[in-house]
């Protein structure tokens, strides 16, 4: 059993930035796939990243590409989102998933294809 924990969420002005934090527990992250996601309110639950073990390429949507780093840290069972830019539509509950397989690209945006996830930090970006 895998156990996800989000931080690091707030309120900040447009343009500001924010990391992130996915600390996992139970057991590694070696073999996992690990992704991101979010949820507006009155939203369905939104793809924002994933990195797979043994990949050097992250994917991400394409709202959060160019402004948005997700990474991974093995040895400390940890993950991140680097948030750079952030504009109000970036406004969600953020939330870590992950999976002991990994995922197909073309499932990687999925929510269902994950087994585990966190219980959400809020990030909120208004003036």
């Known amino acids: 059993q895998v156990q996800l924990a989000e931080s690091g969420g707030g309120l900040v002005q447009p343009g500001s930035s924010l990391r992130l934090s996915c600390a996992a527990s139970?057991?590694?992250?070696?073999?996992?796939?690990m992704g991101w996601f979010r949820q507006a309110p009155g939203k369905e639950r939104e793809f924002v990243a994933v990195?797979?073990?043994?990949?050097?390429?992250?994917n991400y949507a394409d709202s959060v590409r160019g402004r948005f780093t997700i990474s991974r840290d093995n040895p400390k069972n940890t993950m991140y989102l680097q948030m750079n830019d952030l504009k109000p539509e970036d406004t969600a509950v953020y939330y870590c998933?992950?999976?002991?397989?990994?995922?197909?690209?073309?499932?990687?945006?999925?929510?269902?294809?994950?087994?585990?996830w966190g219980q959400g930090t809020q990030v909120t970006v208004s003036s």
């Open positions: 998933a992950g999976s002991g397989s990994r995922i197909i690209l073309s499932a990687i945006g999925s929510p269902r294809m994950y087994t585990y």
């Open positions: 139970g057991r590694t992250l070696s073999s996992a796939t």
């Open positions: 990195i797979r073990l043994g990949e050097t390429k992250p």
